[in-house]
Structures are given as structure tokens and as C-alpha cells.
């Protein structure tokens, strides 16, 4: 496509006679179209858009006006002319592809223009207000060129072609572009709220199915339908035994804390959880009847035939314990449909701990004193055989053979001492002129006494003497059975005190369970709290709803990507 040269444009006339070789109709007959008298004419070949201008069908050839229409060949364009070839100069400067000038020409024939260059074109649907480049006018056109038939007579148009052959143009029936663009953002704005609706509507309706609806269920069964139920509070701790005397520094650390008796309170708070606990409550006091009353609502009601594991889930939920390890207390909370039967049940459960608790202490007592106990039996036998040995050894043996033998020889001595006596008497007597016979007679019958007793412990003394071998092996024997009776007499005496320590142990070990909260009957019911369970079942309906539109938004994307 040739581009006309950037030059002032001069009108030109040809007469018949003047036109050099053949040109097109459309340049031989003035145009039949009014709005064609301004307009220039369809190209001479498909492969040029440059052509001549056209005169209006008011100068047409005269031939007794052709001499001054001669004088007129060299007269300058009007000011609309050289506007339009300004905007098809700037039309030229923007650096249109030629796929976007040839949609402007078949946009330009399909609303009924007749543009003498695809520049053209550009600049009469500019001026109609019609954007040739915009997606939407683009879209319409291929779909009206899809479903358009093929034209009659001439054939199908094909391009490039510069004016539509064979049409009539009539006045155009549509509004301006102002009206229609606003008309056309109108609708766009319509259908977006349109569709806004719908999506809000789509989402109201899944928010009201998956979440408000199981709310207002949720809520209808709290505060229409569930049985109150009555809680009594209460709370007990675990102490030991005061006093810490023969205990060491390490075993005292922890007296009178919480830390002392943490793992006996934590052994009552599991058995209190336990099934056991749960089988003597409803044992003694019913538990299973209470719960499965008939006016008790479906949901919480036990049945009657229901198994040891319905009822333990019923006994966890409805009794609930806590250990609190800073201050030694265990707090429980028990709920029923009746104040009373609650009040009843925390009375039994707070006997089964104190008669757990003192079972707990009694095998330690009995653990620290068992011990004691048979170190001291076995203490007094010890003793008693060897007091019996000792009494055995002194029987029909010399206690003290040493000493014996010292006794004899100081007998000795005394009878050598008063034999000598006498007989310095009896001497004395004798000296005298005339002695005493009666003293001296009484002298010598002492004299013989006294040398027959010393004769008998000198016999003594011999015998004695001779057996001393025997008497040291005697005395050494029950020297050995003194000393085991001394040694079982110090065993006795310690199996005595560590029988007595032990005792003070166990009685240290002794633990004693104090109700700090006495379980006092509810006049109000505490259960269920209707607003708050309402709210929690409303933000877990939420929350789910919530995941699961997540996920199934990255899943629709996941695939359609």
C-alpha cells in the first residue's frame, strides 16, 4: 500500500477528453451518495490506496463552462480537506500494523463508511466515536463476519478493499457515541452487579445451609430441649504427719509443701477417674439409675442396658477433677440432673479417697516397721540363748579359780600366824619355873589344831594347784558367754531403738485427707450454658466452612491451571 506524499493537496479537474487511459466508475460519475461528494473515491486497484480526488456533483463537466473551470484547475483545497489530511498525517505517525489498518477497513464497511485508505477509515470511526482497536468492537466484528452470508451479485467482499460496491447508503439510525458509550458502561455496570448479587446469593445460601442452620440447631437443643444439670463443687487436699525428728536434711526438704505428698494426690485423683470408682459409685449409691431416668434428654440419657464403657464415658463427662500442684489441692466438680444426688455423689467420692489414702499410708507404716519388728525378735533369741549358755557354764564350776587359790593361801597364811602365836606362848610358858599346866595342856591341844588346818589348806592349795588347767579353761568358757551376753544385750537394745524410730517414721508417713470445700447442693443449674455453647458450635461451623471453601478454592484452581 502506497502512502500519498505530505503535500498540499489542489483540486483538480478532468474532462474526458483530458483523462489519460482508463479509470474507474467511481471516478467517471459524480457519486450517487450525497455524503460521497466530500469523500474520495475507491481505489483504481486493490493493491493501491493512493487515488485522485473527486469533484462534487456540482462542478461536473460543462462544456460551455469549460473554459472557466479551467481557470479554476489550480484552486487550493477547503479547510475541512486539509483537516482531514492532518488527522491521516497523525493517523500515519502512530505506527498502525497493518492486521490493525486492515480490521479499522472492515470495521469502517461494516458500519457504513466508504474510507479512501485504511488511514482513512481509521479517522472516520474516530470521528463516528467508535474505538476500531477496543476488545469488545473487535469480538462483534468477527462474529458478525462468521455468521454474515456471502454477499449476491458481486460475490463475497474481500480485502483490502477501500469502498463496499453495490450498497446504499442511507442516514445513519444510531445515537452518538457519548450515548452509546455511556449506554454501553451502563450495561457492563449492570451486569457486574448482576453477577455481585448472584455470588452474594450463592454465598448467603451456603453460609445459611452450613453454618447459621446447624447454629440455630445447636442453640434450639441448649436452650430449648437439654436438661439442666445441677454441679457441686468441692475441694480436698492430702497432708502428712508433722514432726521431723531423726529424719535427715534430705528428707525434710520437702515437709510441709505440696511436693510431699504430690504422688499420694495424684494416686487419688486416678482412682477417683478410674472405672473402679465408677462401679462402687453405682454400687452404693445408683450412678447408672440417675442417668438413665426417662425425662433426662436423649443426648445425655444413659440406657438402661447401656455397657460398663457408655456409663465410664458418662461418669468422665460429668465428673471432672483437678490436681493443682503449686497448692496440693485437688478440686472436683460433679454434675447431675438433681442438686441433691450431686451433693450425695461428691460425699461418696471424697470417702472412697480417704479410705484410698489411708490404705496408701497404711503399707508404708507397715513397710517401715515390719523390718523393725523381726530385727528385734530375732535380738531376744539371740539374748535368751546366751544367758542360758552362761547360767549352764556356772553351774557346778568355780566361778573364780584364781581367786580360790589367793583365799586358800591367805587362809594358810592366817593359821602360820596364829600357830606361831601359840607356839611363842607355849614357849613362854615352858620357860617358867613352874609353868600352867592347864595353859600349857590348852596350848599344845591349839597348837595341834592349828597345824592340822594348815596341813588341810596346804591339801587344798595342791589340789588347787594342780588343777588349774582345768579351772582357766572353765573361766575362759564363761568369760566367752559373759561377752555373748553382753554382745546380745547391745543387739536387743539397738533392735529396740530402731523399732522405736521406725515407729516414729510410720507415724511421720501417715497422711490424712482434709476437705478444705465441703460439696454444698446447687439451688441453679450450671450446665448447659446456652449462649456460650451456641457461639463455640457457631465459630466451629464457621471455621469449618471456612477450610473447606479454602481448600476447595486452591483445588478448582490446581486443576484449571
Given at each position: 500500500m502506497t502512502t500519498k506524499p505530505k503535500a498540499r493537496k489542489f483540486r483538480i479537474r478532468r474532462t474526458p477528453a483530458s483523462q489519460p487511459g482508463p479509470v474507474s466508475d467511481t471516478a467517471q460519475t459524480p457519486s450517487e451518495d450525497p455524503r460521497q461528494d466530500q469523500q474520495y473515491p475507491g481505489p483504481q486497484s486493490s493493491g493501491s490506496s493512493s487515488s485522485y480526488t473527486s469533484e462534487p456533483a456540482s462542478?461536473?463537466?460543462?462544456?460551455?463552462?469549460?473554459?472557466?473551470?479551467?481557470?479554476?484547475?489550480?484552486?487550493?483545497?477547503?479547510?475541512?480537506?486539509?483537516?482531514?489530511?492532518?488527522?491521516?498525517?497523525?493517523?500515519?505517525?502512530?505506527?498502525?500494523?497493518?492486521?490493525?489498518?486492515?480490521?479499522?477497513?472492515?470495521?469502517?464497511?461494516?458500519?457504513?463508511?466508504?474510507?479512501?485508505?485504511?488511514?482513512?477509515?481509521?479517522?472516520?470511526?474516530?470521528?463516528?466515536?467508535?474505538d476500531p482497536f477496543q476488545r469488545s468492537n473487535i469480538l462483534e466484528l468477527v462474529t458478525t463476519n462468521n455468521t454474515q452470508p456471502a454477499e449476491t451479485g458481486e460475490g463475497r467482499i474481500q480485502l483490502p478493499q477501500t469502498v463496499p460496491t453495490g450498497q446504499t447508503?442511507?442516514?445513519?439510525?444510531?445515537?452518538?457515541?457519548?450515548?452509546?458509550?455511556?449506554?454501553?458502561?451502563?450495561?457492563?455496570?449492570?451486569?457486574?452487579?448482576?453477577?455481585?448479587?448472584?455470588?452474594?446469593?450463592?454465598?448467603?445460601?451456603?453460609?445459611?445451609?452450613?453454618?447459621l442452620l446447624p447454629t440455630f440447631i445447636v442453640g434450639y437443643y441448649y436452650f430449648s430441649i437439654a436438661t439442666p444439670m445441677y454441679s457441686t463443687k468441692s475441694e480436698f487436699l492430702i497432708l502428712t504427719a508433722d514432726g521431723s525428728a531423726g529424719s535427715s536434711p534430705a528428707s525434710g526438704l520437702f515437709s510441709g509443701t505440696a511436693f510431699a505428698t504430690g504422688q499420694d494426690s495424684i494416686a487419688t485423683q486416678s482412682y477417683l477417674q478410674s472405672k473402679d470408682a465408677m462401679l462402687r459409685l453405682d454400687q452404693d449409691v445408683g450412678f447408672r439409675e440417675h442417668f438413665s431416668q426417662p425425662w433426662i434428654d436423649p443426648i445425655q440419657r444413659l440406657d438402661p442396658d447401656?455397657?460398663?464403657?457408655?456409663?465410664?464415658?458418662?461418669?468422665?463427662?460429668?465428673?471432672?477433677?483437678?490436681?493443682?500442684?503449686?497448692?496440693?489441692?485437688?478440686?472436683?466438680?460433679?454434675?447431675?440432673?438433681?442438686?441433691?444426688?450431686?451433693?450425695?455423689?461428691?460425699?461418696k467420692l471424697i470417702e472412697y479417697a480417704e479410705e484410698r489414702v489411708d490404705h496408701l499410708s497404711q503399707e508404708k507404716r507397715q513397710d517401715a516397721v515390719k523390718t523393725a519388728v523381726a530385727s528385734l525378735d530375732d535380738a531376744k533369741a539371740e539374748r535368751r540363748a546366751a544367758q542360758e549358755r552362761l547360767v549352764t557354764l556356772q553351774e557346778g564350776s568355780i566361778l573364780d579359780p584364781e581367786g580360790e587359790v589367793a583365799n586358800i593361801r591367805a587362809l594358810i597364811q592366817n593359821v602360820e600366824l596364829q600357830l606361831q602365836e601359840k607356839e611363842l606362848a607355849l614357849n613362854t610358858q615352858l620357860n617358867n619355873s613352874r609353868p600352867n599346866a592347864a595353859k600349857v595342856?590348852?596350848?599344845?591341844?591349839?597348837?595341834?589344831?592349828?597345824?592340822?588346818?594348815?596341813?588341810?589348806?596346804?591339801?587344798?592349795?595342791?589340789?588347787?594347784?594342780?588343777?588349774?588347767?582345768?579351772?582357766?579353761?572353765?573361766?575362759?568358757?564363761?568369760?566367752?558367754?559373759?561377752?555373748?551376753?553382753?554382745?546380745?544385750?547391745?543387739?536387743l537394745q539397738s533392735a529396740l531403738e530402731a523399732k522405736r524410730a521406725s515407729e516414729i517414721e510410720?507415724?511421720?508417713?501417715?497422711?490424712?485427707?482434709?476437705?478444705?470445700?465441703?460439696?454444698?447442693?446447687?439451688?441453679?443449674?450450671?450446665?448447659?450454658?446456652?449462649f456460650e455453647n451456641t457461639i463455640v458450635a457457631f465459630l466451629i461451623f464457621a471455621g469449618i466452612y471456612l477450610m473447606v471453601s479454602l481448600t476447595a478454592s486452591i483445588l478448582r484452581e490446581q486443576v484449571s491451571s
Open positions: 462542478a461536473a463537466y460543462d462544456p460551455e463552462t469549460e473554459t472557466e473551470t479551467e481557470t479554476r484547475a489550480g484552486m487550493v483545497s477547503s479547510a475541512s480537506e486539509m483537516g482531514a489530511s492532518r488527522d491521516i498525517d497523525a493517523i500515519r505517525n502512530e505506527g498502525l500494523t497493518g492486521r490493525q489498518l486492515r480490521m479499522a477497513r472492515r470495521m469502517a464497511q461494516k458500519h457504513g463508511l466508504a474510507p479512501t485508505s485504511d488511514f482513512d477509515a481509521v479517522r472516520l470511526l474516530r470521528a463516528k466515536g467508535i447508503y442511507l442516514p445513519s439510525t444510531e445515537v452518538s457515541p457519548a450515548d452509546r458509550r455511556a449506554s454501553e458502561i451502563m450495561q457492563i455496570q449492570r451486569d457486574i452487579g448482576r453477577r455481585r448479587r448472584r455470588k452474594l446469593a450463592l454465598l448467603m445460601s451456603r453460609l445459611l445451609a452450613f453454618v447401656a455397657t460398663n464403657e457408655a456409663a465410664y464415658s458418662i461418669y468422665k463427662k460429668y465428673v471432672k477433677l483437678g490436681y493443682d500442684p503449686t497448692e496440693g489441692v485437688i478440686r472436683m466438680e460433679l454434675s447431675t440432673a438433681d442438686p441433691e444426688v450431686s451433693q450425695q455423689f461428691s460425699q595342856e590348852a596350848l599344845r591341844s591349839q597348837i595341834e589344831v592349828l597345824q592340822r588346818e594348815l596341813a588341810k589348806q596346804n591339801a587344798r592349795l595342791t589340789d588347787a594347784t594342780e588343777n588349774s588347767a582345768s579351772l582357766a579353761s572353765q573361766a575362759a568358757e564363761i568369760q566367752m558367754a559373759q561377752a555373748d551376753l553382753a554382745t546380745a544385750d547391745l543387739v510410720a507415724n511421720k508417713q501417715v497422711r490424712y485427707l482434709t476437705v478444705s470445700v465441703t460439696p454444698v447442693a446447687s439451688q441453679d443449674p450450671s450446665y448447659p450454658r446456652a
